[in-house]
């Protein structure tokens, strides 16, 4: 089985299964889900199951973070699982209302992500032709810089076809219907006529003259209407003549009112939206540059961004420039220095290797798996992230910086949309925004990934239910071995408790045996000790092991969690499995289990406690999993102690 089915079945099962999911999209780095019930969704496990950078809920819509192997990850979800079959409203649990705002950027998110590869395809060969116009390539009146000009401006000329075949998906009416609404504006006779002004009407209305060449606004608007009308003519047209008339009457209907109607609505909207970034960002200079570089990154998590990109597209076609994306090259770049600096200061090689390549990831303008695989993970680097972007951001806003077409992506990639008289400080703000994240972080530092204790170690960033045990390995550790000094890491991350103050009285009275707690800030439980598993608790909130010198141990997650009867908890190992120090033992879902009510405190304990005479606490306060915590000496036997 390949990784891709691996992490296509581990992320099909930790979301609650088939019939939890009602709809599956995925953009760049994301699966985008929305499901039935975003509760049976197990996001703790989820975050530590090879593949999966991090999780994200933006309004209802779920997502999973995979990175670049999203396609291959969709593709393998699609051959195992066919969404979108009916289950009874009793099985899918009460539905969940999205709010207004969150309906709206579901569906501007819906209708731009498709159209991104055009908008990205054709705007890179403007931006191959603006550099040919700087450096003298080709002779701006010659066929083939003629052929290209179409080529790269065809998109963008015809994008209202476009945008209405992909709102007609979103809005659930008929796609090529859409289209045909779209033609119909754009047609070249309408044009000339809606170009040359003058009163124009239809039966007597009156048509404002409007030209509707790359507009997008008009457009959502005369498909959200034409949604309605063919579903109201589909209800009463007999069956028979649907195929007829429906389109008809749909036309009829929908081109005036879009020449009437929705053309100079939506045109007074897109210029007030375009006109007033402008405005914003001219008049405010370096702080509104500042303040929006310094949280576009916020905004990116949110999924709001997509209400910026058709205001982008709106400014570039009517002011042939525009202020916002450049921006998110400040954002990206920041985070992208951000997660540089953990590459220089992480002493976790594994960790390290992720750092370097997220951080070029992000540099190319993708910045999921940098900012949810490493910088919000450590969290001060995320607002290292922040601050480089804020730079990059004040000097963009200084300097008015523009792109002139749409390219690439947010990142390197789009360096040739900024061809023009602000190139240069362009230049500048991406390199100062990815400089100030490292600096900043590097200084800040955080707290690193614990290094592996072995080789064979594995590491919190790549958690699965390990496989089970051979019998070499089984053989590792037999069921009885001799008693020795011995010493137990930190099965968590967090701050050290003593036993005496667990709030239980059958911990903190060492009924169990004596031990040592630690309150966690991370949910993973690692192996404290080379050794083997040898309980597991049927509620997976405990995990008993024997470790290779001879504690017995329980590490027990939280009080009273039994209660819980495993939600909220993944085992990822099996009962008889030999594992070694810092191997994760199983996940939890700190937010979830605090959120029911319950203390986190986790006691760790000897129950073997007579085999030993002394313990000794290696450490207080903040602790990392895997750190030293407790040290163990063995009892002397009776004979031995005689002889002394």
């Given at each position: 089985m390949?990784k ?16 939890n ?17 975003n ?9 530590n ?10 309004g ?11 396609p291959?990850?969709?593709?393998e979800?699609n051959?195992?699982?066919?969404f ?6 009793a099985?899918e ?13 579901d569906?501007?998110?819906?209708i731009?992500t498709?159209?991104?590869?055009a908008l ?7 931006a191959?032709?603006?550099?040919s116009d ?30 209405a075949?992909?709102?007609?998906k979103?809005?659930g ?5 859409a289209?045909?609404i ?11 006529l ?7 009407n ?6 404002t003259s ?14 959200w209407?034409?949604s309605y009308?063919?579903?109201?003519f589909?209800k009463?047209?007999?069956?028979a ?11 009829l ?6 020449l ?8 007074i ?21 500042l ?6 990154s ?7 961004h997509?209400?910026l ?8 076609a009517?002011q ?8 998110m090259?400040?954002?990206?770049l ?12 992480s002493?976790?090689p594994?960790?390290?290797a992720?750092s ?15 900012m ?7 969290k ?7 601050i ?13 910086v523009?792109?002139?077409v749409?390219?690439?992506?947010a990142?390197l ?10 190139f ?13 994240g490292?600096?900043?972080t ?8 614990p ?5 064979t ?10 496989a ?5 390995a089984a ?15 930190s ?11 667990v ?19 991370a949910g ?10 040898n309980?597991l608790?049927v ?5 008993g ?20 009867k495993?939600?909220?908890f993944n085992?990822?190992v099996?009962?008889g499995?030999a ?5 994760p ?19 760790m ?15 207080s ?8 915590l ?15």
């Amino acid at each position: 089985m390949s990784k891709h089915e691996q992490t296509a079945k581990s992320v099909l099962d930790k979301i609650g299964g088939e019939s939890n999911v009602k709809t599956m999209t995925h953009c760049m780095t994301r699966l985008r889900f929305e499901l039935r019930d975003n509760n049976k969704a197990d996001r703790a496990a989820l975050e530590n199951t090879p593949g999966v950078m991090g999780t994200n809920i933006a309004g209802t819509q779920f997502q999973v973070i995979i990175g670049n192997d999203v396609p291959k990850v969709y593709e393998e979800i699609n051959k195992i699982a066919a969404f979108g079959g009916g289950s009874a409203q009793a099985e899918e649990g009460p539905k969940q209302r999205k709010n207004p705002f969150s309906a709206l950027l579901d569906i501007i998110s819906g209708i731009f992500t498709p159209l991104l590869p055009a908008l990205a395809g054709a705007g890179m060969i403007k931006a191959l032709l603006s550099v040919s116009d700087v450096f003298g390539w080709m002779a701006t009146d010659g066929s083939t810089y003629q052929i290209l000009k179409a080529i790269g401006d065809g998109t963008f000329y015809f994008l209202p076809i476009l945008i209405a075949f992909s709102a007609a998906k979103k809005f659930g009416s008929s796609m090529f219907l859409a289209a045909a609404i779209a033609g119909a504006v754009l047609h070249p006779d309408l044009t000339a006529l809606l170009g040359g002004g003058g009163n124009l009407n239809f039966l007597g209305l009156p048509v404002t003259s409007v030209v509707y060449s790359s507009s997008v606004i008009p457009m959502l608007l005369a498909i959200w209407a034409s949604s309605y009308v063919e579903k109201f003519f589909n209800k009463f047209v007999p069956s028979a003549l649907k195929v007829l008339f429906v389109p008809m009457l749909t036309l009829l209907v929908i081109v005036p009112a879009t020449l009437i109607v929705f053309g100079p609505i939506g045109n007074i909207i897109g210029q007030g939206l375009a006109g007033g970034i402008s405005w914003l960002l001219d008049n405010t200079g370096i702080f509104g540059g500042l303040l929006l570089g310094g949280t576009m990154s916020l905004i990116i998590m949110t999924g709001m961004h997509w209400a910026l990109v058709p205001i982008a597209i709106l400014s570039l076609a009517t002011q042939k420039y525009d202020y916002i994306l450049p921006i998110m090259f400040a954002a990206n770049l920041g985070q992208a220095g951000a997660t540089f600096g953990v590459f220089l200061r992480s002493r976790n090689p594994q960790f390290k290797a992720l750092s370097l390549s997220t951080s070029f990831s992000a540099m190319m303008g993708i910045t999921e798996p940098a900012m949810y695989g490493v910088n919000m993970r450590l969290k001060k680097p995320f607002v290292s992230g922040l601050i480089g972007g804020a730079a990059g951001g004040a000097i963009y806003g200084l300097f008015h910086v523009k792109i002139y077409v749409m390219a690439g992506g947010a990142g390197l990639p789009g360096i040739p949309a900024m061809i023009g008289d602000t190139f240069a400080y362009g230049m500048i703000g991406m390199a100062v925004a990815f400089v100030v994240g490292a600096v900043v972080t590097f200084i800040m530092g955080f707290q690193d990934v614990p290094v592996p204790a072995s080789e064979t170690n594995v590491s919190t960033e790549a958690v699965a239910p390990a496989a089970a045990p051979t019998e070499a390995a089984a053989a590792a550790v037999p069921a009885i071995v001799e008693i020795r000094n011995s010493q137990l890491s930190s099965p968590v991350t967090g701050t050290v408790k003593a036993l005496a103050d667990v709030d239980d009285v059958t911990f903190a009275g060492e009924y169990m045996g004596k031990g040592i707690a630690v309150v966690p800030t991370a949910g993973i439980i690692t192996a404290p000790a080379d050794g083997v598993v040898n309980s597991l608790a049927v509620t997976k909130h405990a995990v008993g092991m024997q470790t290779a010198d001879g504690a017995e141990l329980l590490i027990h997650v939280g009080l009273n969690t039994v209660r819980l009867k495993g939600k909220h908890f993944n085992v990822l190992v099996e009962e008889g499995q030999a594992v070694t120090l810092g191997q994760p033992l199983l996940a939890f879902d700190i937010p979830a289990i605090r959120a029911a009510g319950y203390d986190l405190t986790t006691p760790m304990i000897v129950t073997n406690t007579p085999e030993f005479e002394g313990f000794e606490a290696l450490h207080s306060g903040s602790i990392e999993a895997g750190q030293p915590l407790l040290k163990l000496d063995a009892a002397k036997p009776a004979l031995a102690a005689l002889g002394d």
